[in-house]
């Protein structure tokens, strides 16, 4: 098996399906754990370890499959933290005034 199998797995849905149930608010929603913000949409709902899983790491289950390892954040929270698709926060800036 491998990382990409270890995400698609049995074990680690069911556990997703687990914490995710646990997790709820008072209003029904899991809240990201990065943002706050409920997570309406269930799609929307990423599971990410703390620790991060590579491919060695996958099969020690107090890693990969520990509870506590594992936080509720949206999709586009999850890009945030893995710096993915260039989300490390951009720079604007205004220039005023005659060219040259």
Not at 19 to 35: F, H, K, M, P, Q
Not at 37 to 42: D, F, L, M, N, T
Request: aromatic share 12%; proline share 3%; with cysteine.
């Amino acid at each position: 098996m491998s990382l990409y199998n270890f995400y698609r797995s049995d074990k680690w849905i069911n556990l997703l399906k687990v914490i995710r149930n646990t997790r709820l608010d008072a209003s029904g929603y899991n809240v990201c754990e990065y943002c706050g913000k409920p997570i309406v949409k269930a799609y929307d709902c990423i599971g990410h370890h703390e620790i991060e899983l590579t491919e060695e790491s996958y099969l020690d289950a107090a890693i990969s499959l520990n509870p506590d390892n594992i936080k509720l954040v949206h999709h586009r929270c999850h890009n945030l933290i893995h710096n993915k698709l260039s989300y490390s926060g951009r720079q604007v800036f205004i220039v005023y005034g005659a060219p040259l």
